[in-house]
């Protein structure tokens, strides 16, 4: 049995089952043991979890009714103890518990922390993935807030030293890291640690302009809000941005046969951690398409696989790929911008604020047009959809300007500019459906294979028209649940399918959210 209180209290049977407990009582009583697991709870003890300040008159016999409620939905007399001191225990390892594991796990990542960076990131993963809401969240109050302000902390504290792992071990490219920080710098805005990895971030992805702005802002808050300056760290790495660092010297004298030219960067495309599967051939024209055209346009619903397929045919062109994720952009006029910074070239242009208005120097689509006209590059310009006249009218002027670019756009709409071609991308058949669903449950549980219920997986990869987005969130759920038991819950999609990667942008971790994207952009 499993037992889950890092959200609304569940518990699970061996196969992965969620068991009926009706009822708020009945809840709270579970979550209240599950917290103690291993351990026996006074009678006392659980009143105050289960009814707060608004007990029953005969609270223990109540509580004994409860009890006797709970073993029935658990399935016997052996899953809840009478303790010989009064009270009950839950019959459970603590592991058996998410939140005892979580805890586990948080430790572990912690010790592997300075050994071993990639193996913490992992472990923290793993260990924030078992948060599915507020924890305790059946728990009476004032209980609930008392035993949930521990937890909770710990959550933030793993997140951040997760985000510490992925900085130090490189497996996650620091660009990828930001939005997030980002997102817990504006919760926290006087967290120094947490202001230091956004510098750090920064200056690992190649952009010390902006984290010198982003320290700049720092110590503007600080001062504003505390009256105080920022502390050694941020000083340190505030000198360190200032500093450029010296190239370093070869051990011995170089010779002609060890002097090379520095080679031309390739690009800033970043290694996928999971397959490719299903768009073979799709990938085949692609590659065909980017020798001849120098405008090609992928249109598609959103999560239908345009990012990804867009990625690999870049990584395989013999140009340098640059790819521009424009889905952050909050205004069209941005985009140049992105462009600039995606090929690094943010660093040399730090305009002071004084400055009344861009010149032909300052302006970042001349400086884009300057860089570009004597290179040869290939620009993804990922979702352009809620940017299309913006995205439109810089690329056009960039294949008029600069003969050596070619551009691959993704968007939920063509461009509509002289010279593009526009290929749809669209669903996946059976066969190539059936493929990405047996990859994605295999990494959600070990051994799975469409052997197990083909027809059940036929179904699924049909009643959600061979969307690779939808597929790929309906296998995460295999981690609990059987195919046929997802297949039957699929009238209640939007739901259901809400297991997405932490890391993606929050558009693409349910399927609720890619549908809210698009209705958003409709006039």
């Not at 951040?160 to 490189?170: C, K, N, Q, S, T």
């Not at 462009?339 to 004084?354: F, K, M, Q, T």
């Amino acid at each position: 049995m499993r037992y889950l209180i890092l959200g609304a209290t569940e518990a699970r049977d061996e196969a992965g089952a969620p068991l009926p407990i009706g009822g708020a009582r009945l809840r709270a009583l579970l979550a209240a043991l599950a917290l103690r697991a291993g351990h026996p709870a006074s009678v006392a003890e659980l009143a105050d979890d289960v009814w707060g300040d608004d007990p029953p008159q005969d609270a223990p016999a109540a509580l004994q009714a409860l009890v006797a409620r709970l073993r029935r939905a658990l399935g016997g007399r052996d899953t809840v103890h009478a303790a010989a001191t009064g009270g009950y225990r839950l019959a459970a390892a603590r592991d058996d518990v998410d939140l005892h594991r979580f805890n586990r796990l948080a430790a572990q990542g912690d010790r592997e922390l300075a050994a071993d960076p990639e193996t913490a990131a992992r472990t923290l993963r793993t260990a924030l993935s078992l948060w599915r809401g507020p924890a305790l969240a059946d728990l009476a109050e004032p209980a609930r807030t008392a035993h949930a302000a521990a937890p909770e902390a710990r959550r933030s504290a793993v997140l951040r030293r997760r985000i510490e792992a992925d900085l130090r071990g490189g497996a996650t490219a620091p660009a990828e890291l930001l939005p997030e920080i980002e997102a817990l710098v504006h919760e926290s805005p006087y967290d120094e640690p947490l202001r230091a990895q956004q510098l750090r971030a920064l200056r690992a992805a190649g952009r010390p302009a902006d984290a010198l702005a982003a320290y700049e802002r720092t110590r503007r808050v600080l001062a504003d809000g505390l009256g105080t300056d920022p502390g050694p760290e941020l000083t340190a790495l505030h000198a360190e941005l200032l500093r450029p660092r010296p190239p370093q010297a070869p051990p011995d004298e170089p010779t002609a046969d060890t002097v090379h030219p520095p080679e031309a960067p390739r690009g800033n495309l970043r290694p996928r951690l999971n397959s490719f599967v299903g768009r073979e051939p799709e990938l085949a024209s692609l590659h065909g398409d980017l020798t001849r055209l120098r405008l090609i346009t992928l249109t598609g619903p959103g999560g239908s696989g345009k990012t990804r397929l867009a990625e690999h045919a870049a990584a395989a062109h013999p140009e340098p790929g640059w790819l521009v994720e424009l889905a952050r952009l909050d205004h069209p006029a941005a985009v140049p911008g992105a462009v600039l910074s995606a090929l690094g070239l943010r660093e040399n242009s730090l305009v002071a604020r004084e400055t009344p208005a861009p010149t032909a120097a300052t302006d970042p689509t001349t400086r884009l047009v300057e860089h570009c006209a004597h290179r040869s590059l290939l620009l993804v310009l990922d979702n352009c959809e809620h940017v299309v006249e913006a995205a439109a009218e810089l690329t056009e002027r960039l294949l008029t300007h600069c003969p050596g670019v070619r551009v691959l756009a993704t968007s939920r709409e063509r461009l509509a500019i002289p010279g593009e071609t526009v290929r749809p991308v669209e669903p996946l058949p059976p066969d190539p459906a059936h493929r990405l669903f047996a990859d994605r449950g295999a990494a959600a549980r070990a051994g799975f294979t469409v052997d197990e219920d083909p027809a059940a997986v036929a179904e699924i990869c049909a009643r959600l028209d061979g969307l690779p987005l939808a597929i790929e969130l309906a296998a995460a759920r295999l981690r609990l649940l059987t195919p046929r038991q997802i297949a039957d819950r699929l009238g209640d999609r939007f739901r259901l399918l809400t297991s997405g990667a932490r890391t993606v942008l929050p558009r693409q971790q349910t399927l609720r959210a890619v549908v809210d994207w698009s209705w958003d952009l409709l006039d």
